[in-house]
């Protein structure tokens, strides 16, 4: 049988215990499951930055449409594969490609998490970045499905606005965290898990006809 080294309490010295099992470090498969999951992203971004972080984006906008579908678009309609495609490759070809860049150039002309650089950095991106990224969503979805220029004023005049000010609320506080805390290389990683829930907002947002948002005004 098995030997295993056994303290006796009575004595203080090791003796002989063939009787019990070996010892075996317990571990929790999914702990080491993520853990190398964690690794490998890691990796991934080491070796492949920029399209590691569009397929994150990928992923971050897809799983947000998927949401905004089942659980807050009320019309009835079945789900549309086309319209999270469509959310999907914004985020791969756009959000994560255009973040890796500008959230760079921010970090190396502001380097450093002091108060005052971090606070710079939100309002940069808030008052900038925010209604840029705004017409750049709105002008995507625009041309893939096939609107019109004038279809597209028409959508930036109705939601524009709704969408830098709505993100507020979400991105300032998100990003106070992310630029004080998140290493620079899992910026993206970080956005997009705060995205998840916002993009449900901006698929609803991005989804509603332009007309809808003027007869609430």
Known sequence: STITF???AHNHHLVLSPSIPPFV????KKK????AIWARYNQMLDAQPLLTKALTSLCGFSIGDVLAQKFINDDGKPYDVMRTIRLGSFGFLLHGTTGHYFYGFLDSKMPGTKPVTVATKVAIDQTIWNPIFGCMFFGYLNVVEGKTWNDYTTKIKADLKTAVMGSWAVWVPAHTINFAFIPPSQRLLYINSIQIGYNVFLSFLGNKK???GEKEL
């Open 32 to 35: 080491l499951t993520m853990s």
């Open 210 to 212: 332009a007309d809808e």
């Open 6 to 8: 056994q303290r006796a």
């Open 25 to 28: 470090v317990p571990f929790d």
